[in-house]
């Protein structure tokens, strides 16, 4: 089986989340709506091309909530429930940006959501390289 795309969008995404981690590291801090938005969306790709290449349903659209998504990941494997919270943290972040309730996130929320998306990418990634989807 060709694992192409898998690969591909993976290598994308761990190249993304260095140059946020990179610059986290010399500026301090990122504009937090467009890093909880773009942390969503590559969420959402990761997801997404892992559907596609297991090949058993029919990928989500790119345009779908990112929990919609996740849903159609858990559906027939319960197991994928592991990494739900971590996903619905991204969300609350992004609900706490648009409702204005910045006091409800923790501190240096930027930073969590950096961290947030590297932990998805390892888990996902480690995943992939246990069904041996990677080589």
Not at 6 to 32: C, K, N, Y
Not at 50 to 56: K, L, P, Q, T
């Amino acid at each position: 089986m060709d694992h192409t795309n898998l690969i591909e969008t993976l290598d994308s995404v761990d190249e993304q989340i260095t140059d946020l981690e990179r610059i986290l590291r010399e500026r301090g801090s990122l504009p937090l709506l467009e890093t909880v938005d773009h942390a969503i969306a590559l969420v959402k790709r990761m997801i997404i091309a892992y559907i596609a290449d297991v090949g058993e349903k029919e990928p989500p659209a790119e345009s779908e909530d990112v929990l919609d998504v996740f849903k159609a990941l858990v559906k027939g494997d319960p197991s994928w429930n592991t990494i739900r919270d971590n996903v619905r943290e991204l969300v609350y972040y992004r609900n706490c940006i648009t409702m204005e309730r910045q006091d409800a996130l923790p501190p240096v929320p930027e930073k969590m959501t950096v961290r947030t998306l590297r932990h998805l990418f390892l888990f996902i990634k480690t995943r992939c390289f246990r069904e041996e989807r990677l080589v």
